[in-house]
């Protein structure tokens, strides 16, 4: 299994301002993903993040909104820019774990946004 | 109406009683199906995989899958208060594009 963590692990923010997050994996991945967990609903993909190549984008999901680096194969940082306090919410990274299509994944410990 | 639909819980049940979980599904196309749990404070944790209809039991723990009636549910015996937590079903069609429901919150009262 793949050991994961995030920074920070919780943030209290302003609206208008942005918030880098960070997700560090202790091996080699291939894929990341990046997911937002709002109070009450389902884990949401907003992203998959491929090592040399553009993140690609789920639908409701945009770059400008959400910029997302991939420098190496065990680090990725998600930017969530000019928030509102619509992006308060829990952002996960994860990464894929076993299954013939890496349907099971490993999951961060969350990042904890709240913006005022 | 949602993908998946998960019953919204919370569910609070004594110790050693049996949890029932249970989420629909809307996508027949659907095929392979997993259980996941999350502490608080913590990112989900894979507790249950499976990709066929019928029962796959992993000691206290057991999945249930009825494709016909695109239904799924997981079932925990003799549950513990280390059960407490959040229980999220997920399923995928042939990719790592998973599906969650929203989650059913258990505790489990010594």
């Known amino acids: 299994s793949a050991v994961i963590s995030q920074k920070p692990s919780r943030d209290i923010c302003q609206r208008g301002t942005s918030l880098t997050i960070q997700c560090q994996v202790d091996s080699q991945v291939t894929m990341m993903f990046w997911y937002r967990q709002q109070p009450g609903q389902s884990l949401t993909l907003i992203a998959t993040?491929?090592?040399?190549?553009?993140?690609?984008?789920e639908s409701g999901f945009v770059i400008d909104k959400f910029p997302i680096s991939r420098p190496n194969l065990t680090f990725s940082t998600l930017t969530v820019s000019n928030m509102s306090p619509e992006d308060s919410s829990i952002y996960l990274c994860?990464?894929?774990?076993?299954?013939?299509?890496?349907?099971?994944?490993?999951f961060g410990p969350g990042t904890r946004l709240l913006v005022l | 109406q949602k993908e998946v639909e998960q019953d919204p819980g919370p569910l609070s049940v004594p110790e050693g009683a049996i949890v029932s979980l249970n989420c629909t599904y809307s996508n027949s196309a659907f095929q392979y199906f997993m259980w996941y749990r999350q502490y608080s404070r913590k990112g989900p944790e894979l507790l249950m995989y499976t990709y066929s209809s019928g029962n796959k039991e992993d000691g206290r723990f057991t999945a249930q899958v009825d494709k016909s009636s695109k239904y799924i549910s997981l079932f925990i015996r003799d549950s513990q208060p280390s059960d407490s937590a959040t229980y999220l079903c997920?399923?995928?069609?042939?990719?790592?594009?998973?599906?969650f429901g929203a989650g059913t919150t258990v505790t489990v009262r010594a």
């Open positions: 993040a491929n090592q040399g190549s553009e993140a690609t984008y």
């Open positions: 997920a399923m995928s069609l042939n990719d790592y594009k998973l599906s």
């Open positions: 994860s990464v894929v774990g076993g299954g013939p299509f890496g349907e099971t994944q490993y």
